[in-house]
């Protein structure tokens, strides 16, 4: 870890998807920060349009935040955004998000993580930005049986087209690192939660439920683990990583022999805790928090999951000097805490 240099404040920041989970949290650290961002979202209605507006409604209070309502797979529209703005790093986290959604709906996902991702890409290239930052996903880890799940690992196995978009991204990030030196960093991210999160995800959706008293549905019949990660500690990394480029030849002899590394400037790494969580340990955990029992319907693992995901966050450490670490029983009563007070929910 030498040589980590800090964030520079006199950069522009440019954040795709930034009405969401992540991209929300991400530009008011910036902006936190003193940094000047652009954020870019097309406000979708995957799930609940009320959410990211209230989000972007903290992220228009302040100064040096401009926002830009398009969609990243329109073509035309990017070309201009990189042409009219000076932008000297991109954090592209738009996506279509969703494992399940993915097979009732694989269109959205080429379009905006396919399509979409190659119009960041050039219009990174054409400007010369200094750094690529990009959302990959611990779901490129696919039917791998190894625990934990190591950046060397073959991710060659993808067993949803959501993963597969994800390992597309990081093999287009690739080749543009290679051919035009342009620096690229994937985030492989393990489920990431806490305050403002997203409605489709397993922690909100029980916390909704459970106080609905309506039931939930427990995949895997609770036996499903996941490397639960909190959303400041991956903001925190993120703010780590985005001022440190990779560089060309770093780390390795070309052609590379370790998967991990390649001679271009191009790195991923896995965001997360290393201390998978068992479904029904979460469900204790959110009960608890809410003071009130959950109604459990059991099912199977379903289409396109996997019953374990967990993290080898080694290199993030080596390369950042930070590890994710907030413990899950803190970070659910977080979340619970904000899901009361943003719904209007007062405690038992």
């Given at each position: 870890m030498t040589g980590v240099r800090p964030l520079d404040k006199s950069k522009t920041y440019l954040i795709t998807g930034v009405a969401g989970f992540i991209g929300f949290h991400l530009a008011n650290r910036l902006l936190c920060e003193g940094c000047t961002v652009i954020g870019l979202d097309n406000l979708n209605d995957y799930y609940d349009v009320r959410l990211k507006q209230a989000r972007l409604a903290v992220l228009k209070d302040q100064p040096r935040f401009r926002f830009a309502l398009a969609d990243i797979s329109d073509r035309q529209t990017i070309e201009e955004l990189f042409a009219e703005n000076d932008i000297d790093i991109v954090v592209n986290l738009a996506a279509q998000a969703g494992v399940r959604y993915s097979l009732s709906n694989p269109h959205a996902y080429v379009d905006s993580n396919i399509v979409g991702f190659l119009n960041i890409l050039e219009g990174s290239r054409k400007t010369q930005v200094e750094h690529v930052v990009y959302a990959s996903s611990s779901s490129v880890y696919g039917a791998n049986k190894k625990i934990p799940f190591s950046t060397k690992d073959n991710v060659n196995h993808p067993i949803s087209l959501y993963a597969a978009t994800k390992k597309s991204n990081e093999l287009m990030a690739h080749a543009y690192s290679h051919l035009y030196n342009l620096p690229t960093t994937g985030l492989r991210f393990f489920t990431v939660y806490g305050p403002w999160g997203r409605p489709d995800m397993a922690l909100f959706l029980f916390t909704r439920a459970i106080l609905n008293d309506e039931p939930i549905q427990v995949f895997n019949h609770g036996e499903m683990q996941r490397d639960f990660t909190y959303i400041e500690d991956v903001i925190e990394s993120m703010i780590r990583v985005i001022p440190n480029p990779p560089l060309q030849g770093e780390g390795s002899n070309y052609p590379c022999r370790d998967p991990g590394y390649s001679g271009a400037p191009y790195r991923v790494y896995n965001v997360g805790t290393n201390q998978p969580v068992k479904l029904a340990r979460c469900i204790e955990v959110l009960e608890d928090c809410l003071g009130k029992k959950a109604k459990k319907e059991f099912l199977p693992l379903q289409p396109g999951d996997v019953p374990v995901t967990c993290a080898d966050?080694?290199?993030?450490?080596?390369?950042?000097?930070?590890?994710?670490?907030?413990?899950?029983?803190?970070?659910?009563?977080?979340?619970?805490?904000?899901?009361?007070?943003?719904?209007g929910i007062a405690s038992p």
């Open positions: 966050v080694d290199e993030l450490v080596e390369s950042i000097g930070f590890r994710p670490q907030t413990s899950f029983d803190e970070g659910v009563r977080e979340f619970v805490d904000w899901y009361r007070s943003f719904y």
